[in-house]
Nanobody, 121 residues
């Protein structure tokens, strides 16, 4: 059931990246998938989440820059990140939840290893 994030890398400020979260069919069809990030020395924070019906929730810090989508053919949740800033530098994780309106890590489970996003200034 463990979710796996991928797609991180090094990008300059103002650039874009697309992260992917591979999920099981059951997760894709019945649960919410949340994205969190953790920068060095900081707590893990909510970024965005989407449920099986397509309802989305974004943190204020990423609204208008990050966009969630779902690819049913490959059972992936995608996060397009545009206009990246150095403050977006973090390890990004995806995890399974029951609703996209929950924004604390304890409301999610089945965390994967994360993928590192580094935004240079």
């Amino acid at each position: 059931v463990q979710l796996q994030a991928s797609g991180g890398g090094l990008v300059q400020a103002g650039g874009s990246l697309r992260l992917s979260c591979a999920v099981s069919e059951r997760t894709f069809n019945s649960y919410a998938v949340g994205w969190f990030r953790q920068a060095p020395g900081k707590e893990r924070e909510f970024v965005a989440a989407i449920d099986w019906k397509g309802a989305k929730n974004y943190a204020d810090s990423v609204k208008g820059r990050f966009t969630l989508s779902r690819d049913s053919a490959v059972k992936m949740v995608l996060m397009q990140m545009n206009s990246l800033k150095p403050d977006d530098t973090a390890v990004y994780y995806c995890a399974r939840g029951t609703t996209p309106w929950r924004t604390t890590p304890r409301d999610y489970a089945h965390w994967g290893q994360g993928t590192l996003v580094t935004v240079s200034s």
